[in-house]
């Protein structure tokens, strides 16, 4: 099995900037799709962004375009999510997940709050 395990949430003041970070364990393959989901109170969790293990075919909402950037370390075994030009509509519990073609996996969430 995969294990996941989110860092770096916070509060933030609007137009400033995060870093959260996804630990992984276990064997990564090329071929996983990594990603950032978010859910805030009273709605539903929504995708952010996505990328493959490979680094190729990064893949993000159109309310984080240009603003979010996603990326991963092969060494750490980790995959970040930038968050730049933050607005308080950002705020929620970030999720990460792991589509290995079988399996679906999912951390246990990280707290971004947006507030001046």
């Known amino acids: 099995q995969v294990q996941l395990e989110e860092s770096g949430g916070g509060l933030v003041q609007p137009g400033g900037s995060l870093r959260l970070s996804c630990a992984a364990s276990?064997?990564?393959?090329?071929?996983?799709?990594m990603g950032w989901y978010r859910q805030a109170p009273g709605k539903e969790r929504e995708f952010v962004a996505a990328?493959?293990?490979?680094?190729?075919?990064?893949n993000y909402a159109d309310s984080v375009k240009g603003r979010f950037t996603i990326s991963r370390d092969i060494t750490k075994k980790t995959v970040y999510l930038q968050m730049n030009t933050m607005e308080p509509e950002d705020t929620a519990v970030y999720y990460c997940?792991?589509?290995?073609?079988?399996?679906?996996?999912w951390g246990q969430g990280t707290q971004v709050t947006v507030s001046s």
């Open positions: 997940n792991v589509q290995t073609g079988r399996n679906n996996y």
């Open positions: 276990g064997t990564i393959f090329s071929f996983y799709v």
């Open positions: 990328i493959r293990w490979s680094g190729s075919s990064p």
